[in-house]
């Protein structure tokens, strides 16, 4: 079993629209979660890290759920500029400083 | 400030042939971070600094890949040896400490090899 798993997508919504991705963890005793996003040939880029409490950055919402391993990032009102990559990360089971990178999830935002 | 820098940005190199790609961590991070993704794929964690120091080398794929870090500032990869799997992106990532601290990532090298 992959230590961080999401759904490749790719999300195909048109502007406007709210979607929302899942992502699944396998350690337990991992501390620390974020959400990047990666644009096509790009470098990942830090979107928001996820808090127990859940979380809000204007349109983008992170929430965490430790009783089911589950991290989510709701995104409303999709902008076309929303289109990429978004990679849900955890910290490593072995060590607080690796952090696992999902595979990503695709989000294609149409006019 | 300036952010992660990367070099080069693109390597093409013959099998066998061994390279060297630079990262410039951002000034005053302690923490740097090599990754490597394949085309389509995720990010895979090769190692990290502390410092100069490297506690974790057990991502780096063989024994063809090493790293080193000096000045607590630029650290270098290198693979010996390349074959054509090691054909990536390789990212640098840097943070101001560890434990889960939020990572900066440099533009990356994208290397090629025939």
């Known amino acids: 079993r992959k230590e961080v798993e999401q759904d490749p997508g790719p999300f195909n919504v048109p502007e406007g629209a709210t979607v929302a991705f899942n992502c699944t963890y396998s350690?337990?005793?991992?501390?620390?979660f974020f959400w990047y996003r990666q644009d096509c040939r790009k470098e990942p880029k830090l979107l928001m890290s996820?808090?127990?409490s859940g979380n809000e950055d204007g349109r983008f919402t992170a929430q965490l759920n430790r009783a089911s391993q589950y991290i989510s990032l709701l995104i409303r009102d999709s902008k076309l500029s929303d289109s990429a990559t978004y990679l849900c990360?955890?910290?490593?089971?072995?060590?607080?400083?690796?952090?696992?990178f999902g595979s990503g999830t695709r989000l294609l935002v149409r006019p | 400030g300036a952010g992660v820098s990367q070099s080069p940005s693109n390597k093409v190199t013959e099998k066998g042939k061994d390279v060297e790609l630079r990262c410039d961590p951002i000034?005053?991070?302690?923490?740097l971070y090599w990754y490597r993704q394949r085309l389509g794929q995720g990010l895979e964690f090769l190692i990290y600094?502390?410092?100069?120091?490297?506690?974790?080398k057990s991502g780096l794929p063989s024994d063809r890949f090493s790293a080193e870090r000096t000045g607590e500032s630029v650290s270098t990869l290198t693979i010996q040896r390349t074959q054509q799997e090691d054909s990536a992106v390789y990212l640098c990532?840097?943070?101001?400490?560890?434990?889960?601290?939020?990572?900066?990532f440099g533009p990356g090298t994208r290397l090629t090899v025939l």
């Open positions: 350690n337990s005793a991992s501390q620390s």
């Open positions: 990532a840097s943070s101001l400490g560890l434990a889960g601290t939020k990572q900066f």
């Open positions: 600094f502390q410092g100069n120091s490297a506690p974790d």
């Open positions: 000034s005053g991070h302690t923490a």
């Open positions: 990360v955890v910290n490593g089971m072995d060590s607080s400083y690796k952090l696992i």
């Open positions: 996820v808090y127990s």
